[in-house]
């Protein structure tokens, strides 16, 4: 959950470097007109950032639900595995989003910038689908379902 949230604040500020250029006095305005900004889009921004907040808490209500009230996790546990693998693929779109609409030349420097965030994000979503397909088996002793 903690990491979700990470991404969520993260993925809403300017990349690095991209305030340099800017004036002291400026940034605080500049920092909330970035594109990277999630009311930079409006009321698409607006609504997805509220969206995927939400989205973050019904993991966290779901990962509760299934290690405590759920004995064999099947449905629970898939819901969750989904709700995460959703949520991630959202982030790296925000984060694509981000490198396309970045004022900074050239752009292999935000997606530079960048790099680590993606990486989490595709091992967070490796772990997730392995996850899910895990379930299918469950004659493994290691399988979680």
Do not use: H
Not at 91 to 97: Q, T, Y
Not at 124 to 137: E, K, V
């Amino acid at each position: 959950m903690f990491t979700y949230l990470f991404y969520l604040s993260y993925l809403g500020r300017p990349p690095y470097g991209e305030l340099d250029k800017v004036p002291q006095s400026k940034r605080p305005e500049a920092r909330k007109n970035s594109p990277a900004a999630w009311g930079a889009s409006g009321f698409l921004g607006s609504f997805a950032y509220v969206i995927l907040a939400g989205a973050i808490f019904t993991v966290a209500i779901l990962q509760v639900m299934w290690r405590l009230f759920a004995s064999p996790p099947n449905g629970v546990y898939r819901a969750d595995g989904v709700m995460e693998i959703l949520l991630s693929v959202a982030f790296l779109v925000k984060l694509w989003l981000n490198v396309r609409w970045s004022r900074m030349t050239p752009r292999w420097k935000t997606f530079r910038n960048y790099a680590p965030v993606t990486i989490s994000l595709l091992i967070n979503l490796t772990i997730a689908i392995l996850n899910l397909i895990m379930c299918r088996f469950r004659v493994i002793s290691l399988s979680p379902c």
